[in-house]
T-cell receptor, first 113, second 110 residues
Framework: DSGVTQTPKHLITATGQRVTLRCSPR?????VYWYQQSLDQGLQFLIQYYNGEERAKGNILERFSAQQFPDLHSELNLSSLELGDSALYFC????????????FGSGTRLTVV | GQQVMQIPQYQHVQEGEDFTTYCNSS?????IQWYKQRPGGHPVFLIQLVKSGEVKKQKRLTFQFGEAKKNSSLHITATQTTDVGTYFCAGQTSYDKVIFGPGTSLSVIP
């Protein structure tokens, strides 16, 4: 157990639908990062939050949005889902903003059918 | 745009052979980290390199950061089946932006 909790572990949904992925960072970590990993692909950075505020944005589609709540958990919302959105979505956290090592959760595997 | 490349994409080795993966950035990095992802698992942080020319060792793993801080390597001596997985480098630029390389997938033949 890495200390970063992601739910659900698996999600199967139809095209056009909307889903919410949830992440609870490791205790004490203020930064949360979302990554997308498609089959046999690398890790694509989506978005970062630090202590409730958006800190950096990567290749995140307009159909996707995220937020970090006062208790530091984060949610990634994916809407108008397409087949190509099927992927593993990882959340990672770190103790401070910057780059001191990420702790990744076990991921949510999203399948769009 | 800014890129981080890794070679090779795949590597198959006989157990006991050595393995090296190389990471190259198109821009100078503030630091670089290495992660390992086992099949079906999530990336796990291995190490961070910060200084130009830095070399760090973890048992059979040796990590190097280039003098120009644009490249790095991970070398595994005498691979074991437990080394199987994908190794990612991740580089930070001066603008607090982190980019992961595409990874090198290592298979070890017993």
């Amino acid at each position: 157990d890495s200390g970063v909790t992601q739910t659900p572990k698996h999600l199967i949904t139809a095209t056009g639908q909307r889903v919410t992925l949830r992440c609870s960072p490791r205790s004490g970590d203020l930064s949360v990062y979302w990554y997308q990993q498609s089959l046999d692909q690398g890790l694509q950075f989506l978005i970062q939050y630090y202590n409730g505020e958006e800190r950096a944005k990567g290749n995140i589609l307009e159909r996707f949005s995220a937020q970090q709540f006062p208790d530091l958990h984060s949610e990634l919302n994916l809407s108008s889902l397409e087949l190509g959105d099927s992927a593993l979505y990882f959340c990672a956290s770190s103790v401070v903003t910057g780059f001191h090592g990420y702790t990744f959760g076990s991921g949510t595997r999203l399948t769009v059918v | 745009g800014q890129q981080v490349m890794q070679i090779p994409q795949y590597q198959h080795v006989q157990e006991g052979e050595d393995f090296t993966t190389y990471c190259n950035s198109s821009t100078t990095l503030s630091n670089i980290q290495w992660y390992k992802q086992r099949p079906g698992g999530h990336p796990v942080f291995l190490i961070q390199l910060v200084k130009s020319g830095e070399v760090k060792k973890q048992k059979r793993l040796t990590f190097q950061f280039g003098e120009a801080k644009k490249n790095s390597s991970l070398h595994i001596t005498a691979t074991q089946t437990t080394d199987v997985g994908t190794y990612f480098c991740a580089g930070q630029t001066s603008y607090d932006k982190v980019i992961f390389g595409p990874g090198t997938s290592l298979s070890v033949i017993p």
